[in-house]
């Protein structure tokens, strides 16, 4: 049986990647950082081990063992104020991971990205060879996914040793997900949670997983003959709530 180690399974798409790698036969070791998480992961039939992505030590004894490392923790706020736990979590804790499968002898690596790399100023449709710009971004969580990714890239090893692949994800929703109150394109979540077990045998080292795409408002109207709402509400900032209400100027569309 291989024994993999996997990070965010507490959380929604690392939930879905523990139990597709637990269904898939692997022995799933799983990052965990408090009691209420050792629960949720046990159920899911993996193995909670007491670790923290800013614990470059507990990471090394936790990956010892591990053929394949699935790294699904993240920091996906938008707020300004928590930039710099953000940063802490994404990019530091993606190296201080890195590190440690490395001097584990891990020989996959599997690192959950997002489309956010490309950043807000990527236009049209996005594959894998289409240059990322989330260096030039403003927002740090599109900064912090470009600056994981590099680190990916620039680890240490050959092909033959070790693969690493970076899985840009896009907006994804399914059971337990709060995604759909952005009104943003989404793609199942296990579709996306299968597609990492397959990266880690791959030599490939990036991914874009998608085929075809669907609006909040799409899902919102197709679920909603199962559901208590017929409605679907998004959050949105007081500037673009203020800017949409104002009146257009002669000329302009």
């Not at 009104?183 to 597609?195: D, F, H, N, T």
């Not at 998608?210 to 679907?232: H, K, V």
């Amino acid at each position: 049986m291989t024994t993999v180690f996997l990070t965010g399974a507490s959380g929604f798409l690392g939930g879905h990647l523990l139990r597709e790698l637990h269904t898939a036969g692997c022995a799933v070791r799983a990052m965990s950082r408090r009691a209420e998480a050792d629960a949720i992961i046990a159920k899911a039939g993996g193995d909670p081990v007491r670790s923290d992505l800013r614990d470059a030590t507990s990471l090394q004894a936790a990956l010892a063992g591990c053929e394949a490392a699935f790294h699904a923790a993240a920091d996906t706020s938008m707020w300004r104020s928590q930039a710099t736990a953000q940063t802490a979590t994404n990019v530091l804790g993606t190296e201080n991971l890195l590190r440690a499968a490395e001097l584990a002898g891990v020989q996959a690596f599997v690192h959950t990205s997002s489309v956010s790399a490309y950043s807000y100023l990527a236009h049209g449709t996005l594959v894998e060879s289409t240059p990322q710009r989330g260096a030039e971004s403003w927002i740090n969580y599109e900064r912090t996914k470009y600056l994981g990714e590099r680190a990916v890239r620039a680890c240490p090893g050959s092909s033959s040793t070790r693969r690493t692949s970076s899985v840009r994800a896009t907006v994804i929703t399914g059971r337990a997900s709060s995604c759909l109150s952005t009104g943003r394109s989404c793609r199942a979540v296990r579709r996306a949670a299968g597609r990492s077990p397959t990266c880690a045998r791959s030599p490939a080292p990036r991914y874009v997983p998608g085929s075809g795409r669907g609006s909040g408002r799409r899902i919102c109207s197709a679920a909603s003959p199962r559901a208590s709402s017929t409605s679907c509400s998004a959050w949105a900032p007081h500037w673009a709530s203020a800017r949409r209400a104002a009146p257009r100027r002669p000329g302009r569309s």
